[in-house]
């Protein structure tokens, strides 16, 4: 295969030192149609050198002033980042950081360049959607291309010859490692990717690049394990717990983007377990609270689709409150906690105090014990309710204080 691969490659550069736009699409539209449809079990790229040279081509093809250009280009990058294309020793992961590196900044000058908002009627409207759309979807292959990049992180953790890359020059191999590759990774979606979506976010919400953009984010978690508290409380200071909850109640009430949901609860099932094992203000839970806490949070999350005002409403219900309707109470409240913790505030403290109080009497009412970790949510949020809010009754939190010591 790799006599084939050899010819499109030097085809491929050849063309992009042609200033023809049509000819440079139409070459990566077929490097990408052969990346994608060569079987995982028979190798295309038989040597590091020739993998090398088509990742630099597609750095420049990437790099391209044209857009349609970059946006084929794009894809077959995506396409390249597949493990079977990048597993000849040595890996090249210096060529691979700078051909995401390339992507995410094309990117990036794309989402800054200013729109035209100027009210020039019906049709300016529609231009001004448009270049909303074109940038959506230039976006989101972005991401689908950097979440092969963090696919292919992944895969390789399996990959002892792939970790350390031994052939390489003794002077090289701390860049040319698995480890630094991975560390890039999460830096670059902390740097760009996630102000990219929020800016996008700003002007339009689609739900499979939300679902791209989160199952990379949960991705991130296990490519770099010992910073993914660090990466977890960041995130949540951000607003990512509430970010997560809105656009489950937005999409997937029912079956809607059964998707979208899915990764949605297991984001934020890895972020909340980060946060709870590492916790800013209160000390650490045992192994059996977070245990409980893990089959909550996985049970019920997928459960939740509402937003922050209709989740108090479901915490206040009086009314005989079932098992499983109980147990989604608990991790709502979980959720509460862990936003609060880290300043991510988005229903009224007073209101999330009634809520509380609520479900704590609920809790009596039914002769029920919540377990530990719902405790200490519970007490929380009643105390820093308080605090924030003078309008909050002292002795009402003292109360319902002892209320839950004694359940």
Do not use: W
Request: glycine share 2%; aromatic share 8%.
């Amino acid at each position: 295969p790799e006599a084939g691969i050899e010819s499109v490659v030097r085809s491929l550069q050849g063309s992009l030192k042609v200033n023809n736009a049509e000819l440079h699409k139409q070459g990566l539209l077929l490097f990408a149609e052969i990346l994608t449809r060569q079987p995982e079990e028979i190798k295309l790229f038989t040597s590091s050198a020739m993998c090398r040279d088509a990742s630099r081509a597609l750095q420049e093809a990437v790099s391209s002033p044209v857009l349609e250009v970059a946006a084929e280009a794009v894809k077959a990058a995506s396409a390249f980042l597949r493990k079977d294309h990048q597993s000849s020793p040595p890996v090249q992961y210096r060529e691979l950081r700078t051909l995401v590196e390339a992507m995410l900044s094309r990117c990036a000058d794309l989402s800054q360049t200013p729109l035209n908002r100027r009210p020039l009627g019906h049709a300016s409207t529609r231009d001004l959607e448009k270049a909303i759309v074109r940038r959506g979807k230039f976006l989101l292959s972005t991401l689908e291309g950097f979440r092969s990049a963090c696919r292919l992180a992944v895969e390789f953790q399996s990959e002892p010859l792939a970790q350390e890359n031994p052939f390489t020059a003794p002077g090289a191999e701390k860049e040319d490692t698995l480890e630094a590759f991975s560390e890039f990774l999460l830096s670059a979606c902390d740097s760009l990717c996630v102000p990219m979506v929020m800016r996008h976010l700003e002007q339009a919400t689609h739900p499979a690049l939300m679902e791209v953009f989160f199952s990379t984010l949960h991705n991130l978690f296990v490519i770099v394990p010992h910073m993914r508290e660090k990466f977890s409380k960041k995130l949540a200071a951000s607003s990512f717990i509430q970010l997560t909850l809105e656009l489950k109640a937005r999409f997937c009430s029912g079956l809607s983007h059964s998707a979208l949901n899915q990764v949605c609860s297991s984001f934020l099932y890895y972020m909340c377990l980060n946060l709870l094992s590492a916790p800013e203000k209160t000390r650490p839970p045992s192994q059996e609270e977070l245990s409980a806490a893990s089959e909550l949070l996985q049970h019920g999350l997928p459960q939740i689709n509402s937003r922050g005002p209709e989740s108090l409403a479901f915490l206040s219900d009086c009314q005989y409150v079932e098992g499983p309707d109980r147990k989604r109470q608990y991790c709502i409240l979980i959720l509460f906690y862990l936003a609060y913790i880290h300043e991510d505030r988005f229903v009224l403290e007073a209101e999330l105090f009634v809520a509380v109080q609520s479900f704590l009497l609920s809790l009596r009412d039914q002769g029920e014990s919540p377990p530990p970790v719902v405790f200490r949510a519970s007490i929380y949020l009643l105390a820093v309710c308080q605090d924030k809010d003078d309008t909050v009754d002292k002795k009402s939190l003292y109360i319902h204080c002892y209320v839950t010591l004694v359940l």
